[in-house]
């Protein structure tokens, strides 16, 4: 029996409905869009300081000016931020496996990995970064690298792989177990588990949380300025010094967001998938 | 008396049409039975009517009232219709009885005391009072789904629908959950059943519908349906169960 669909006038009303609501929706938020932006310019703009704060903060002539300084030390930050990512997800990836051994033979491994992730969980990164900045150089020990950009790249790597290695053991934990028994049921050893049918559930389910944890590493690379190196922070603070005016901060913080923004959209974008991926029903 | 009209539904994900022009009429108090292979848009079908899928094309109507319409609010048509899964979908966080209170009390706003009053009423009813502090993880699949059926009927919906309530069961298990629907149609509750359980269907069923590829093939008494299918393709598939 062959029945092909005719639209019926019924269903052409309702999406004449539906298409006269989605309109409205989008001229809703259209016009509280404009309510709020105007509200928020006009609120600054009358404040009484605005003309001191447009002057040093907002000042077009400085933003040209300190710009290509501040680029140039964000580079940096960005270079930091490249080399420190991958390194963080192996080792974070590394530690939480160690955690998840079962054996007693492994029971040191098992102590250390997670004896390493309460240290260095507890430290906060800048005192970290100056704990290993300023006291690697000061151990004076053969072939240790002196270089402030190392040992801040060393340091943010210490702290982030701690928390993405807690990352990591979180979605590897939220597997459930039947995904493992079948595994082993087939003759797995618990690495090929591991590795063929836990892992990759598990970093699937974790991307949102770890492009959290990395949008916030690309702020951190900041702190390494407290180091010396010219990156972006500190190019910026030298601008501001010498002609007192602050506006590099400004162009600081928009190149910062310029690269966060796209990465929160992009995790947005992952979860939306993985929605949708679960069956659309509301 | 008309309790719900399906009338020309259509559902397709895509290119695939699921559901081709269906039309069903329920009557108050009547319990219809949807067989058919699994892919037939048996399930898809339930979905719609609790607005779980949007239909593509038709109008389902419930009291008189078109619950497909756009400006209807889909929260307030789901008061009124129960529905019961294949899986349980019990919330695994929450004891029996918060599962089975948690709608009367945050969406028809009946009192805690009172809720837990009917709840452990119906839970004594279905012989299930000695479960109402454990949670879904200790119980049986067959008290799992009892405690389910419990749950979509404390809120005395107009309609309950039962999604293959009994296929994710062991044989041993089936009995005890056929025994509450056959309960709940002794007490006027119209039904609409999914089903693969053919001499249950036949059982409790006042009308029988034939589903295949998403149209609806035969409809009419069990004693016929089972007896004397007029389709071939009924004969084909009740031959092969």
């Not at chain 1, 930091?80 to 491994?109: D, K, T």
Request: aromatic residues 6%; glycine residues 6%.
């Amino acid at each position: 029996m062959t029945t092909t669909w005719v639209k019926s006038d019924r269903q052409k009303e309702r999406e004449k409905l539906l298409k006269a609501r989605a309109r409205r929706s989008v001229s809703a938020a259209t016009i509280s869009t404009v309510v709020v932006v105007v509200l928020v310019v006009v609120g600054l703009r009358a404040s009484p300081g605005w003309p001191v704060v447009q002057e040093k903060f907002f000042n077009w002539d400085a933003l040209v000016a300190s710009l290509p300084d501040v680029l140039r030390g964000f580079l940096l930050n960005v270079t930091i931020f490249l080399i420190a990512e991958p390194v963080i997800l192996l080792l974070g990836l590394g530690v939480a496996l160690l955690r998840g051994l079962r054996s007693p033979v492994f029971f040191p491994l098992r102590a250390l990995a997670a004896l390493y992730t309460d240290i260095f969980r507890g430290i906060p990164v800048l005192l970290l970064i100056f704990l290993i900045g300023f006291g690697v150089p000061a151990l004076r020990l053969q072939g240790a690298p002196n270089d402030p950009v190392v040992l801040g790249t060393i340091a943010l790597i210490l702290s982030y792989t701690s928390f993405v290695a807690e990352v990591f053991r979180s979605g590897i934990d939220s597997i459930h177990p039947s995904q493992r028994s079948a595994a082993r049921s087939l003759g797995l050893s618990h690495g090929q588990t591991m590795r063929y049918v836990v892992v990759p559930q598990a970093v699937r389910r974790v991307v949102p949380p770890l492009l959290n944890d990395f949008a916030s590493l690309q702020k951190d690379t900041a702190l390494v300025a407290t180091l010396g190196p010219l990156e972006a922070l500190r190019q910026a603070q030298i601008y501001a010094y010498d002609k007192f005016n602050y506006t590099s901060y400004v162009a600081a913080a928009l190149l910062f967001v310029a690269l966060t923004v796209p990465m929160a959209r992009f995790t947005d974008h992952l979860a939306a998938r993985a929605a949708r991926q679960r069956g659309g029903a509301t | 008396m008309t309790l719900l009209t399906i009338d020309g539904v259509w559902k397709r994900y895509g290119e695939h049409e699921v559901l081709k022009g269906v039309d069903l009429a329920v009557d108050t108090h009547e319990v219809v039975c949807l067989i058919g292979a699994s892919g037939s848009g048996k399930s898809t079908l339930l979905r719609c009517v609790n607005l779980l899928e949007t239909v593509d094309d038709g109008a389902i109507t419930l009291d008189d009232v078109e619950i497909t319409d756009v400006r209807a609010d889909p929260d307030d048509v789901r008061k009124r219709i129960g529905i019961v899964f294949q899986a349980y979908n019990l919330f695994p966080h929450m004891s029996v009885l918060d599962n089975i209170t948690l709608a009367p009390r945050k969406v028809h706003g009946v009192g805690r005391a009172q809720a837990e009053e009917q709840a452990r009423e119906l839970l004594t009813r279905f012989g299930l009072e000695s479960k109402a502090r454990d949670y879904p993880d200790r119980l049986s699949g067959g008290q799992q789904q009892r405690v389910a059926i419990i749950r979509a009927i404390a809120t005395q919906p107009r309609l309950l629908l039962l999604d293959e309530v009994t296929s994710a069961l062991d044989p041993t298990l089936v009995n005890e959950v056929l025994g509450v629907i056959r309960e709940l149609k002794e007490s006027g509750m119209t039904m609409i059943l999914a089903t693969h359980e053919m001499g249950f269907a036949r059982d409790i069923a006042d009308t029988v519908c034939f589903l295949a590829d998403g149209v609806l093939l035969e409809r009419g008494h069990p004693d016929q349906i089972f007896g004397a299918p007029k389709h071939p393709r009924t004969r084909e598939f009740l031959s092969r169960t």
